[in-house]
């Protein structure tokens, strides 16, 4: 019956399986970062005084936590996701549902071998700091629970079923945020008030976040388990692939996406350990300074634009199995339009989303970290910074669904080369702008080495591609001259260093922004020729000829 049913349904084309799947992970991403970003109101609020040295301390566990999460899923959302769509390709569904019940049993050892390690070298990797040993150990933790909740992600995504893996993002996100603030209350207003305490307690928050976001994947998979096994029972079993080497497979694909998953985390951690020292090799400042700075572009306009990136991160994920099953099926033309397809829906997405964040940087920091002109002035170059990392983690996805690890990680490693030596330099004449630049920097020579790649490889449309992003590109920046001016003129009337105040200018601009650059995209039919023929109805709603 199960079988009756599934082949009742019309087969989604590439493109709307793309754009359906892209809504799901968009959505839960989205969401997610945006709860992210608004916890920082009150917990800035609570903290005083001591909330850049806090962030600074937050931000430094997290990027090194970060490295040990990708370690410890061993890249298992993307590998399993892009295994068993290639396998389903195949209708060796009962292969597919065999390395996921491998690897269920391997990534369970993997979070207690990976909690270990942490919690053993939390001290050397602090460099004996104990504040920042205690949060170390914190983030432990959840490295128990994580890796499950990352191969039962992945498999649901091999189905390219975004929807589990999306609301359990958002479930988690909301478990750990209630935690965070009611214990950093609890500690800053009611307890003893050391800071310290409350970043502990608020990075030990991404255990209770994954412990809800478990339960919920376990719940949706057990509720279709039974189609599941009708699938399997129903498949070809042409394969007859052993146990071990199913886990070698396993292990194959995840070692690349190890790597590139760490990408954007090892640029960051770079940051970490070298602007300190190099900022010191020519100026006179503080640890304290030190560390305020850094919080500056690594923690505050960083949990900013993340919520951009986000979107980039959705596609990614989404991308993967299907452009994983095209390659399986040979199918080289089929290749070639998802290519394109992912580009320029990224580029219709993520371009204006990065320009209109520079446009209205102003009241966007000053309602989540307060009035501080430095720190404005980096969220705006970092809104173009989200461009170029949103545009690695797509194009990095895609040759790995394309099963090009060796080219994604050759391109990777040459642009972090360019990020390493333009460090220095970069920090001491552009001081806290530096670390940012050098990133744009080795970033944008890995994407045009993939997409020359991919050009190579495959033929995606290019020159349509480029002729599209002109008309994205030329849309977004009027829209981001008009809102920049009427947050100008706002400014005469209002006070920029009010959080209330920066609401309403928010609130007055944003509307103005998305009306602009929609009209534009709708009216020359560039959101058709990109999302397709549906979105013509939102414009036969507004009446825009």
């Not at 065999?98 to 993997?110: E, I």
């Not at 945020?177 to 003893?192: D, R, V």
């Not at 020579?445 to 991919?454: A, C, E, F, T």
Request: glycine share 8%; aromatic share 12%.
């Amino acid at each position: 019956m199960a079988k009756q049913n599934l082949a009742a349904q019309p087969p989604r084309s590439n493109k709307e399986l793309m754009l359906r799947g892209s809504a799901w992970m968009t959505a839960g991403s989205i969401l997610s970062r945006v709860l992210g970003a608004i916890y920082i109101i009150p917990w800035r609020i609570w903290l005083g005084a001591a909330y850049l040295t806090a962030n600074a301390l937050f931000t430094k566990g997290y990027q090194i936590y970060s490295i040990f999460l990708i370690i410890s899923t061993a890249g298992v959302p993307g590998s399993i996701s892009k295994q068993i769509a290639h396998y389903n390709a195949m209708n060796e569904y009962k292969t597919g549902f065999r390395l996921f019940s491998a690897g269920v049993v391997a990534m369970s050892l993997m979070g207690v071998v990976s909690c270990g390690l942490l919690w053993v070298l939390a001290p050397a990797l602090a460099l004996h700091d104990a504040a920042l040993t205690q949060v170390f150990r914190t983030l432990a933790w959840p490295l128990l629970v994580i890796p499950v909740l990352s191969i039962i992600r992945g498999f649901f995504q091999g189905y390219n079923e975004m929807a589990p893996s999306a609301l359990s993002q958002f479930i988690e996100q909301v478990a750990r945020i209630i935690y965070m603030l009611i214990m950093t209350y609890s500690i800053m207003k009611l307890g003893n008030g050391d800071y310290v305490d409350a970043v502990a307690q608020s990075t030990f928050a991404a255990f209770i976040g994954a412990l809800f976001g478990l339960g919920l994947l376990i719940v949706y998979f057990f509720r279709q388990k039974d189609r599941f096994v009708a699938l399997a029972a129903n498949s070809a079993d042409d394969l007859q692939i052993s146990t071990k080497r199913i886990l070698w497979e396993i292990v194959q694909q995840a070692v690349p996406f190890i790597i590139m998953g760490a990408a954007i985390n090892l640029y960051y951690i770079i940051d970490q350990y070298t602007f300190d020292p190099m900022m010191l090799t020519h100026y006179i400042a503080s640890k304290k300074l030190l560390g305020e700075l850094y919080a500056l572009f690594a923690g505050n306009a960083n949990k900013l634009i993340m919520i951009v990136v986000s979107l980039a991160v959705a596609m990614a994920s989404t991308a993967l199995p299907l452009l994983a099953a095209a390659k399986t099926r040979a199918q080289g033309r089929e290749i070639a339009d998802t290519i394109t397809n992912i580009l320029q829906l990224f580029f219709v997405v993520m371009i204006p989303c990065a320009f209109g964040m520079a446009a209205i940087a102003q009241p966007l920091y000053v309602l989540f970290y307060g009035y501080d002109k430095l720190g404005i002035d980096v969220l705006q170059l970092s809104a173009f910074l989200a461009v170029f990392l949103g545009l690695f983690t797509v194009l990095a996805s895609i040759l790995q669904g394309l099963f090009h690890n060796r080219l994604a990680i050759r391109t990777m490693l040459v642009g972090m080369a360019v990020k390493l030596a333009l460090q220095w330099p970069c920090i001491v004449f552009f001081h806290v702008y530096g670390p940012t630049l050098s990133t744009i920097a080795g970033m944008t020579v890995s994407i045009v080495l993939m997409l020359n790649d991919l050009r190579l490889l495959y033929h995606f449309k290019v020159r349509q591609t480029a002729r599209r992003l002109v008309g994205i590109v030329g849309f977004s920046v009027v829209m981001a001259v008009v809102v920049r001016a009427l947050i100008w003129v706002l400014s005469r009337f209002l006070n920029p260093a009010s959080g209330m105040q920066s609401v309403l200018m928010l609130v007055l601009t944003l509307p103005v922004g998305v009306a602009i650059y929609g009209y534009a995209v709708l009216k020359t039919r560039l959101a058709d020729l990109i999302v397709g023929a549906r979105i013509g109805g939102i414009r036969r709603r507004l009446h825009i000829g």
